[in-house]
């Protein structure tokens, strides 16, 4: 079990390098393609778009062999990547939205597979304590990779970025294919029904989950406000946008070392609005007329999201029979990064308007949907461990 447990959090080392490094390139590319904030902060419209098709998708791993499904999402992933050594132009810039087409589609695929695959990789004492090491692993990715693929890209454009980004995939399929399985465990379970996954998500995880869904789709919101702000209004080059992703980073580390305390004491609700608050919190300091308030401002918003994120999944473990695990978590994910799909475009649109008068608007927001959930999270039950 500690080989699995060190083979799945370099899994999670690898993502997060990868995932975070293009998400942070793919932006300034379509920035130095385009000239365009908007078109390109619609990347992260293509990663979260899939999202939208989580039950169907999650459906797909119940139906397939999990092992396998992994292998290859990440494989396809890797090949798809390397297309991308075909841009020179700006009508080569489609290429990059496909790319983060196929990001989305993997990140659904793969969380929904590794929550089905988990429990017949790890005894179920072992669950929550690798789950947070896999967390914390992807979230120092944070720090590190922005800061590495934008001084790649500064030195070389974006295709050293997308090299070593292809190799990550292709290293965690490897990887995958070497965990030791328990047979019993792992066959799989028949389909449950949407019926039963939106049942189960309704009951105790709901409060948590849609106070995710409202961190999530404020910082997607707030992509082109921020590259306005950084780009226009400080006259700043796009690749401080790389600063500003391990400031957040940062914050995440951070956040996830506290995270499971906080939740014990005061229960998932109470910790997603108080993750909620300091999102929008971030968005304000990101609005002040000097640039060490946008890193002091990611660092914020990178305590606040993934506070939101453990709490939902934790609500979601702690209250979803195992059997339906697989699908409520992609139904989660549906709930919790659906919104985006909206949310980044009316930023896009807002922007228009000015990016900080758009980053007051979403604090706003944020601010009231954390103050509704508080008051009510005195009534709620405390989270229990299992």
């Keep these: 079990m500690r080989r699995n447990a060190l083979l799945l959090v370099t899994i999670s080392l690898l993502s997060g390098f990868a995932g975070s490094a293009m998400a942070l390139v793919v932006g300034v590319w379509m920035l130095d393609l385009t000239g365009s904030p908007s078109l390109a902060a619609l990347a992260g419209l ?33 090949a798809t990547l390397l297309s991308l050594f075909a841009v020179r132009s700006a009508g080569d810039a489609w290429l990059l939205y496909l790319v983060s087409f196929a990001y989305g589609i993997s990140y659904v695929l793969l969380d929904a597979g590794e929550s089905a695959l988990l429990p017949s990789a790890l005894a179920p004492d072992r669950l929550g304590a690798v789950n947070g090491w896999r967390s914390s692993a992807q979230e120092g990715m944070k ?7 934008a001084g790649l890209y500064a030195w070389h454009g ?15 399929a490897a990887l995958y294919a070497m965990l030791r399985l328990d047979g019993a465990a792992s066959v799989d379970h028949p389909g449950h029904g949407l019926r039963a996954g939106l049942a189960a998500l309704r009951r105790e995880p709901r409060p948590a989950v849609l106070l995710a869904a409202v961190s999530i789709a404020l910082t997607g919101f707030a992509t082109a406000p921020v590259y306005a702000v950084v780009t226009d209004d400080l006259g700043l080059p796009a690749t401080f946008l790389g600063v500003l992703m ?5 914050g995440s580390i951070a ?50 999201l993934p506070w939101t994120l453990i709490a939902a999944v934790t609500a979601i473990q702690t209250h979803t029979p195992g059997h339906l ?7 989660a994910n549906t709930v919790m990064f659906g919104p985006i799909a909206l949310a980044n ?14 980053l007051v608007a979403a604090a706003a927001s944020g601010t009231a949907a954390a103050l509704v959930a508080a008051r009510s999270a005195g009534t709620a039950p405390r989270t229990r461990r299992r």
């Design 255 to 304: 956040a996830g070392l506290a995270a499971g305390r906080l939740i014990d004491r005061y229960g998932p609700v109470t910790v997603a609005a108080a993750g909620t608050l300091l999102v929008a919190a971030g968005l304000l300091a990101r609005c002040l007329p000097w640039w060490p308030a946008l890193p002091a401002g990611a660092a914020i918003g990178g305590v606040g």
């Design 246 to 250: 391990s400031a957040q980073g940062a």
């Design 345 to 358: 475009p009316l930023g896009s649109a807002a922007v228009t308007l000015g990016g900080r008068p758009s």
């Design 143 to 149: 720090l590190v990779a922005p800061l590495a693929g």
């Design 46 to 78: 293509c990663v979260y778009a899939p999202t939208l098709a989580g039950p169907w998708l999650g459906a797909v791993v119940d139906l397939l062999p999990r092992r396998p499904l992994l292998v290859a999402t990440n494989v396809v992933l890797a």
């Design 325 to 331: 695990l697989g699908r409520v978590s992609a139904l």
């Design 158 to 172: 974006g295709r050293p970025v997308v090299a070593l980004s292809a190799l990550a995939p292709l290293i965690a």
